[in-house]
């Protein structure tokens, strides 16, 4: 232990004359705090007792054991320093206590006061500095061996003269057989051409950094950030102060940064497509309004004339299935930058991955994929019953998601990787129990347990270029009509909702690893609808709806006049009256003068007042009138519970429907 500040030091005296005892005891107790021992049978029981004595003042000649055999057997016990007080007669056994290194000084009897109270200090002083150099080399020496990364230090010829087990591994050797040899020894080509490329700018600098991949002793390339440091005493060098002579020392410090690159290009990727998700979700909005207004006109335009032409009615429905398939292309694009459709709740992957298995051994799509992924029915292919799946045998934990579209992704992936192996070869689903990866941080649903879906084939695999755009929106690297480039950017929004992470490892020639890692759950939840479901629209279109028969009156609000007059239009033509207001302040307006208001459909996203402060505000006045919200894209937690949403592009019978059943409620 390092000496506490302000502590006396302890001092043992041990003589057999009571007189030379009470003499040194009054001489050192003023300075020390002082023991007494009447022979050396009891010095040595009060060392065992007082670790913390610092110097031990003892006569030669004692009775039973003399001062010599003593000292001798405490220097087993005390690392204290040892004053021998002796007669003339015994200077043959001090001699030999001094060669065998038992005593650090003698004094003769009678002593002199100030000699011996020089010697007690000399001796208190280096026991000191003794048990501070041993505890800085304990210190030392633990963090040199604990350290997350390789250091090595070296001498004036370069040879290691220190290093710890991190970075002997590094070299392939142990500890004891990098000792004495120098850097250039012990390593192989890629790192002797850096060490050569260093050595300019530590004579010019005195340090060097260099970062380079390395082939480890498993064969695996990692990158590695290598810096060297020279200890330079001149003034001005990297360390100043040095002993004269020990110039010129060297630190090496190797730290593996793979996965610090690799979270780093993750944050990156991250950032990326939250920025792409933003300016996604604002062009769907846009997008949106668009295509409700090209929808809505054309389903007006067919009510108001009918065309008899064949070839134009075909015409007016094709525009309109055209309009209605935007819709849905937008749709995805929506869940891509901000998921709206996922039904979370606790999943054992073992089970959902083994009834994946079952359907697709026998190359069939199962039905909840099915429907999801909607019209035309995804054809049956002998090549999906050649995935091998890899489940393990004991239980996983569970994880919080979305059964179906975990479903989906993996199918998907599936698809990807046989498509990916035109000429054939091996794909496999395998499933794993990891702990928390680098970059990934549990919170109080979960803790550092993941579990991870591999998706990994041997086909073309993809460069780095390619690797750093498939989640992005629309990318793909199939042929024209082969893909719409949203399958991976979907699964990456549903993996990134659900708390997880979306992990891939490809080289061109040597086949790609997609890592879908999901957090396990550390608590019993209930299954919940996370976001509102969105209602999908038919492809057909339906049969019409009859008019009302009450010609109730709705206020329509909605800064856009193509969507508000279509909105308008549908409504009028069922037998609603219908008011119109372009903004929500003066929709409010609208609402104070106009009492006989039965519903108000309102736009959610407008500038000035959402449509969500215009619903609190309206409520306070008239807490009975129900709202519809109508929206391209919004933020669902800024809306209250319980409120009814309709989707944008919306058709005819869609908004008369959810109208109907707010009027009647």
Known sequence: MLPEPNKRSVVLVVDDEPEILVALTDLLEETYDVLSASSGERGLALLQDHADVAVIVSDQRMPGMTGDVFLARARDISAAGAILLTGYADIAAVEAAL???????????????????????????????????????LLLRGLLDNLPFGLGFKEQSGRFIRLNNQMAEQFGRSVEACIGHTEEELVDTTRLESLKEAQSAL????????????????GQARWHDLTRVR?????????????????????????????????????????????????????????????????????????????????????????????????????KLLDFSRPRHL?????????????????????????????????????????ISTVQFDIPQTSLPVVWTDATQLELAVFNLCVNALDAQPEGGATTVSVRQAVRPLGLAGNAAHGDV??????????????????????????????????????????????????????????????????????????????????????????????????????????????????????????????????????????????????????????????????????RRLHTVRPELPVLFVTGYADFAMLPEGVTVLHKPYTRDALLGDVRALLVA
């Open 343 to 383: 039904v979370c709740q606790q999943v054992d992957l073992r089970s959902l991955m083994a009834s994946l298995q079952s359907f697709m051994s026998q190359g069939k799509v199962p039905d909840e994929i099915q429907a999801v992924l909607g019209a035309p029915p995804v054809t049956p292919s002998s090549r």
């Open 450 to 615: 993941w579990v991870v879906v591999q998706v990994m084939d041997r086909g073309v695999g993809m460069t780095e270029e390619i690797q750093a755009r498939i989640f992005d929106p629309f990318f793909t690297t199939k042929g024209i009509g082969q893909g719409t480039g949203l399958g991976l950017s979907m699964i990456y929004g549903f993996i990134s909702h659900c708390g997880g992470e979306v992990r891939v490892e490809s080289v061109p020639g040597g086949g790609t690893s997609i890592e879908l890692w999901l957090p396990a759950m550390a608590e019993d939840r209930a299954t919940v609808a996370s976001i509102t479901p969105v209602k999908t629209m038919p492809i057909a279109p339906p049969p019409k709806l009859q008019p009302v028969e009450h010609g109730e009156t709705i206020l329509v609000v909605d800064d856009e006049p193509g969507v508000r007059a279509v909105t308008a239009g549908f409504l009028r033509r069922a037998g609603y009256n219908v008011l119109e207001s372009a903004s929500g302040a003066e929709a409010l307006s609208v609402i104070a003068e106009k009492p006989e208001i039965a519903l108000v459909v309102m736009d959610v996203m407008m500038p000035g007042m959402n449509g969500d402060e215009v619903a």
């Open 99 to 137: 060669n065998q290194g038992q005593i650090s000084f003698f004094a003769y009897k009678p002593w002199d006061d100030e000699t011996l109270l020089s010697m007690v200090a000399q001796a208190a002083s280096r026991y000191h500095l003794e048990r501070e150099l041993q505890c800085e080399q």
């Open 231 to 331: 200890l330079d005493g001149a003034p001005g060098g990297a360390v100043s102060g040095c002993v004269s002579g020990l110039e010129n020392y060297s630190i090496l410090i190797d730290r593996d940064v793979t996965d610090l690159l690799a979270m780093e290009q993750r944050l990156r990727q991250a950032e990326k497509m939250q920025a792409i998700g933003t300016l996604a979700g604002g062009i769907a909005h846009d997008f949106n309004n668009l295509l409700t207004a090209i929808l809505g006109s054309l389903e007006l335009v067919m009510d108001l004339e009918p065309p008899k032409d064949p070839g134009v009615s075909r015409l007016f429905h094709n525009a309109l299935e055209a309009a209605r398939r935007g819709g849905a292309l937008t749709q």
């Open 203 to 218: 004579d010019s600098s005195g340090r060097d950094q260099q970062v380079l991949q390395i082939k480890g002793q498993d």
